[in-house]
């Protein structure tokens, strides 16, 4: 599977849209991109997923480059609730078994 | 309500001392997995199972004996317990073909 890089913090106000950056630049044809989240030591929740067209859930929308190599996971409207850890997580769907290969992640901090 | 649940939620426990912690999912899922996360490591696969039956080891097997006798349950067996066993464990389900995976709210195990 392939690396990801994400800044390790940032910080949104509540109320205004958050933009999560994640770098993939040897992701390959046959990769999706995940984004999953944890609270506090809670289990980490699925947030959304996509492989190269733009995709919108109810929590969050993502963005996908042209080339691939990089993604934007997009929280339209944050609240405190949404601070935790956000991870960036490129595999192949094909991987029946499930594992995931989690990163530092994004620790976002919604501020009031 | 969809969800995968552990028990105990917390335990302490003393070296050597055999112990289970349960794991069940009320989504008829195929796909079972445990993970435990451990600061600057994350998240890391112990065992998975891809149906009844039917079990292999993840990242990080030793000192871990998983079972799988009916659908709904992934047990996780720790025979003689050691300190750096301590750590937080996660239970996760998914469906064979679909993307997400759902976590239980984890087990915070420490092991003196």
């Known amino acids: 599977d392939a690396k990801t890089t994400q800044p390790p913090s940032m910080d949104c106000a509540e109320g205004r849209a958050a933009n999560l950056p994640c770098n993939h630049s040897?992701?390959?044809?046959?990769?999706?991109v995940y984004w999953y989240r944890q609270i506090h030591s809670q289990g980490p929740q699925y947030i959304i997923h996509g492989l190269k067209n733009n995709e919108t859930n109810e929590m969050a929308s993502l963005i996908i480059t042209e080339d691939r190599k990089s993604s934007t996971l997009i929280l339209p409207h944050a609240t405190l609730r949404d601070t935790a850890v956000y991870y960036c997580i490129v595999r192949v769907e094909a991987d029946s078994w499930g594992k995931l290969q989690f990163g530092a992640g994004t620790q976002v901090v919604v501020t009031p | 309500e969809a969800q995968v649940t552990q028990n105990p939620r917390y335990l302490i426990t003393v070296t050597g001392k055999k112990l289970t912690v349960t794991c069940s999912q009320n989504m008829n899922h195929e796909y079972m997995s445990w993970y435990r996360q451990d600061p600057g490591l994350g998240l890391r696969q112990i065992y998975y199972s891809m149906n009844v039956e039917v079990t292999d080891k993840g990242d990080v097997p030793e000192g871990y004996k998983v079972s799988r006798k009916e659908k709904r349950n992934f047990p996780l067996i720790l025979e003689s317990p050691s300190p750096n066993q301590t750590s937080l464990y996660f239970c996760?389900?998914?469906?064979?073909?679909?993307?997400?995976?759902?976590f239980g709210p984890g087990t915070r195990l420490t092991v003196t």
């Open positions: 996760a389900s998914r469906m064979g073909h679909l993307y997400e995976q759902y």
């Open positions: 040897t992701i390959s044809g046959n990769e999706y």
